[in-house]
């Protein structure tokens, strides 16, 4: 069954009273420390942690709802849910599409992991569909692999099937390991305009209020002592 | 033996209520004790629990599917002529189509359509169009179920779904299968009932259909099989069944996670391996007694074997 939710009461529209409206955020699930289910079946992160620490100071009821990366953006704009906290990064070519609130996460570096330290960047490359470093690698001249989420790309890099791995550093640390075999390679790159929350263009009361608060807790320090927490000491907040 | 230094009766073992306490800190637990922890997290509970949403979209599609051919295959049989045409066009429309588009297509057309007919119904007349740049905007009280539902109320919704959308697509099949059948029942019955004086509705009801099952059966066991081969689909609508969450359970965990673990896909596929053999074994077996039984005086083979074995 789907994940933990927050607000499990139904609440009747009464004339009058402010309409009771739970803002569900969707969310990937699938990309640790942004998002992932921990194991007692709950959304998880640092994105779970924000949002509901917004939602709080927003004064606004929130559940979560997870969905495949594939079709996230379709699903939002179809009304399944009221935002995406998913580790998006800010693009123009998603702007056409959606609008985002100011990013909560500056922008990360990609990094390419590979087997060998000499590995090919211009050979095959595999990268997550639909992500802007999967753009980068179709422009770079690369052959470009794509698999649904971050760890079938990380798996065909051990099996072969590609020379190596381009992602978010932050999450493909998690597979830069000793006993994985896998390494760094290459010069990191900084791609996107940070990470923000993605809402539909018709939306825009809601996102309003998810910048007010936002800006909120950059001002107040609290956004970066979160960044801190999941992300460690090194990253520069805001 | 005499005590001091001898032979000692061996501790006894932990009991499973002492094993789960000392799950709360897995970092201490190595080997069996780990993996008993592992299996008995949250998570994996959500995991068993999708094989019941599995079993509970075979036992509630089958009826729906058959009730759905059914409707197809009289109306295809019906001498009211848009009533034939209708149930010709949705056995060759489904059955001409690729399932995966019905299955992708049915759950956003109905959900889109049943809320806009509420949008029209329950709010207030606006100028903004439903349908505009992407987005399909209604009001919040059109939505289906209400954002303020108990998150059971939407995975019951996305499930009803799904439910709907691989009726559509089995009963095209089950159509054709069973106005086959009917067509198979020997002319000769129903003209006997006929001379008995029975209305032609009454011939369908106790002469056509009884005798029908005997023929419809192996296509609609056929269908069964592949309805089982089928459920993996419920992925693709979103909904969180085996398949999804063998991915996901299965998918290397790292530090992060309480228990982390390399890539463990292939044991979780293999389980899901064995639970689909399981389901088409106990499927033949219940299906061939059930022939077995239709098949007894049958003028068929099979009624012929019966007939001789028995003599």
């Known amino acids: 069954?789907?994940?933990?939710?927050?607000?499990?009461?139904?609440?009747?529209?009464?004339?009058?009273?402010?309409?009771?409206?739970?803002?569900?955020?969707?969310?990937?699930?699938?990309?640790?420390?942004?998002?992932?289910?921990?194991?007692?079946?709950?959304?998880?992160?640092?994105?779970?942690?924000?949002?509901?620490?917004?939602?709080?100071?927003?004064?606004?009821?929130?559940?979560?709802?997870?969905?495949?990366?594939?079709s996230i953006i379709p699903n939002l704009l179809s009304g399944n849910y009221d935002t995406i906290m998913a580790g998006m990064s800010i693009t123009d070519e998603r702007k056409e599409v959606i609008d985002f609130t100011e990013a909560y996460y500056p922008p990360a570096p990609s990094a390419y992991a590979a087997l060998k330290p000499d590995a090919d960047m211009k050979g095959i490359v595999a990268a997550q569909v639909g992500t802007i470093q999967a753009d980068f690698v179709a422009?770079?001249?690369?052959?470009?692999?794509?698999?649904?989420?971050?760890?079938?790309?990380?798996?065909?890099?051990?099996?072969?099937?590609?020379?190596?791995?381009f992602a978010d550093k932050d999450p493909l640390a998690a597979f830069v390991t000793a006993e994985s075999g896998l390494q760094w390679v290459g010069e990191d790159v900084a791609l996107g305009g940070g990470v923000g929350m993605g809402l539909r263009k018709s939306d825009a009361e809601l996102k309003g209020k998810f910048d007010a608060v936002i800006a909120e807790m950059k001002a107040d320090g609290s956004l970066n002592a979160l960044i801190t927490k999941w992300f460690g000491p090194d990253v520069k907040g805001f | 033996m005499t005590s001091g230094g001898g032979l000692r009766a061996p501790a006894p073992p932990q009991s499973f209520s002492q094993m789960f306490t000392h799950c709360a800190d897995p970092s201490q637990l190595e080997g069996l004790s780990w993996l008993l922890c592992y299996l008995t997290t949250g998570k994996q509970f959500l995991f068993y629990g999708s094989f019941l949403i599995v079993i509970a979209l075979l036992v509630v599609t089958a009826p729906v599917a058959l009730l759905f051919g059914f409707g197809g295959a009289l109306a295809a049989r019906s001498p009211i002529l848009p009533l034939r045409l209708f149930g010709k066009g949705y056995t060759s429309m489904v059955r001409g189509v690729p399932d995966i588009i019905f299955f992708l297509f049915v759950p956003v057309a109905m959900d889109q359509g049943l809320e806009y007919l509420?949008?029209?119904?329950?709010?207030?007349?606006?100028?903004?169009?439903?349908?505009?740049?992407?987005?399909?905007?209604?009001?919040?009280?059109?939505?289906?179920?209400?954002?303020?539902?108990?998150?059971?109320?939407?995975?019951?919704?996305?499930?009803?779904?799904?439910?709907?959308?691989?009726?559509?697509?089995?009963?095209?099949?089950?159509?054709?299968?069973?106005?086959?059948?009917?067509?198979?029942?020997?002319?000769?019955?129903?003209?006997?009932?006929?001379?008995?004086?029975?209305?032609?509705?009454?011939?369908?009801?106790?002469?056509?259909?009884?005798?029908?099952?005997?023929?419809?059966?192996?296509?609609?066991?056929?269908?069964?099989?592949?309805?089982?081969?089928?459920?993996?689909?419920?992925?693709l609508l979103g909904i969180e069944d085996i398949v999804y969450w063998a991915r996901e359970l299965g998918a290397t965990k790292s530090g992060i996670y309480a228990f982390p673990h390399p890539d463990w896909r292939v044991w979780y596929f293999?389980?899901?391996?064995?639970?689909?053999?399981?389901?088409?074994?106990?499927?033949?077996?219940?299906?061939?007694?059930?022939?077995?039984?239709?098949?007894?005086?049958?003028?068929?083979?099979?009624?012929?074997?019966?007939?001789?074995?028995?003599?």
């Open chain 1, 1 to 70: 069954m789907k994940k933990l939710i927050l607000t499990a009461a139904a609440l009747a529209l009464s004339a009058g009273l402010a309409s009771a409206q739970t803002v569900r955020m969707g969310t990937e699930g699938a990309y640790p420390p942004y998002n992932f289910i921990n194991d007692k079946g709950e959304v998880d992160g640092f994105e779970r942690e924000l949002g509901d620490t917004l939602c709080a100071k927003a004064e606004l009821k929130c559940t979560w709802v997870t969905n495949e990366w594939d």
């Open chain 1, 139 to 165: 422009k770079s001249g690369a052959t470009l692999l794509e698999f649904p989420t971050l760890d079938d790309t990380v798996a065909a890099v051990k099996n072969g099937e590609a020379d190596a791995v």
């Open chain 2, 118 to 235: 509420r949008h029209l119904w329950k709010c207030p007349p606006s100028d903004a169009p439903v349908w505009a740049n992407n987005e399909f905007n209604v009001c919040a009280a059109a939505k289906i179920p209400l954002s303020t539902s108990p998150q059971i109320w939407h995975e019951a919704y996305g499930f009803a779904l799904a439910v709907v959308a691989f009726a559509v697509v089995f009963g095209a099949f089950a159509a054709n299968v069973l106005y086959g059948a009917m067509n198979a029942v020997p002319r000769a019955q129903l003209e006997t009932a006929e001379a008995y004086g029975m209305s032609p509705a009454q011939v369908r009801r106790r002469i056509l259909i009884p005798q029908m099952w005997t023929y419809a059966l192996p296509g609609l066991a056929n269908l069964w099989m592949i309805l089982i081969k089928a459920t993996p689909l419920l992925f």
């Open chain 2, 270 to 311: 293999l389980v899901l391996l064995g639970f689909y053999l399981g389901m088409t074994r106990v499927s033949e077996i219940l299906l061939g007694r059930l022939t077995a039984r239709l098949s007894r005086g049958q003028a068929t083979m099979a009624g012929e074997a019966m007939r001789k074995a028995g003599a």
